[in-house]
């Protein structure tokens, strides 16, 4: 994607993108299908889960009705529309879905511990993910060609010292907003080191680890927070992110944070979860780790 975003612009480069997703796409779709298909009448039954099953149906159909993109420029800015209203409505299934999940299956312990049920959320925001990657770059090459616009594709090299920066930002806006008080956040490191990625992923990520670092901080020292550490390494090609707080995160929930139907909050604050931020980075060939240093209240992230 990076390198084919490089190359110069032309109506003939931007719809070769377009043929690919128009045959690409359906691909997916279909596969999620096949799996909804399969899973227990229990989960298939929740009216988000139907709703997404619809919304695949019509995606494939979107993209079957724009087979014809090589006869005019005007097909291909048709399917571009189409490609937005696509991505929109994907994006709102998934979050619906995964909230209404939450809900209706919160007393089935045994379901919800289902690694069918686990896969399922995995692929989805997996596809999710890839699929909202490639309909972004393809939209930017063709504002770039139509507007003018010097647009900044989705993939491209970033500064990590910039986006833990904005990062701290954004979650130091909500969690005052919604708790009243923030720590500080110190940051050190290579902040120069630049990482080939999607920015707006690794903003994700980073934004809710924070907020749910900030969160916790505050939880366990209301009027005088410690600050936040976070140390920024770059070593053999790869890109560390080291988050240290004073949140007082329980040992026993160590391995479950990143579990869609779990949350260390406090049921009078707001939720926030891990598991999104997760699946991205390991769309990134990333990873997450989590250690805690008992008897001194820290976390590692």
Known sequence: LYSFAQSPLS????????KFLQQELPVRFHQKL?????????????????????????SI????????????????????????????????????????????????????ESSELR??????????ISTRILIEQHQSLYD????????????????????VEFACTEASAIVLEKLGNVPNVNVTGDTLAKLLCVPSHILFVLIEILKNSMRAVIDNHVWDPPEIDI??????????????????????????????????????????????GNLTLNVH??????SIIFGKEGSTF
């Open 285 to 290: 060939d990333g990873e997450t780790h989590t």
């Open 144 to 163: 770039s060609l139509m507007y003018g616009n010097i647009t900044k594709h989705p993939v491209e090299r970033s500064k990590i010292g910039e986006l």
């Open 231 to 276: 140390c920024i390494t770059d070593e053999k090609n790869r890109i560390s992110v080291i988050v240290k707080d004073k949140g007082g995160l329980d040992p026993l929930m160590k391995d479950k944070i990143f579990d869609y139907f779990f949350s260390s909050a406090q049921q009078h604050q707001p939720t926030y979860t891990y598991s999104g």
């Open 119 to 128: 896969n399922f959320l995995d692929e989805t925001f997996y596809t999710l």
């Open 61 to 112: 159909q979107i993209c079957e009705e724009h087979n014809d993109l090589q006869k005019s420029w005007e097909k291909v800015t048709s399917f571009n529309a189409a490609l937005q209203s696509i991505i929109r409505s994907y994006n709102q299934c998934s979050e619906i879905m995964l909230k209404n999940l939450r809900c209706e299956l919160n007393t089935d312990d045994e379901q919800r």
């Open 34 to 58: 096949q799996h909804i298909d399969q899973l227990k009448q229990r989960v298939r039954s929740v009216p988000s889960v139907a709703k997404m099953y619809q919304q695949y149906q019509r």
């Open 11 to 18: 109506e003939k480069k931007i719809s070769t993108s377009a």
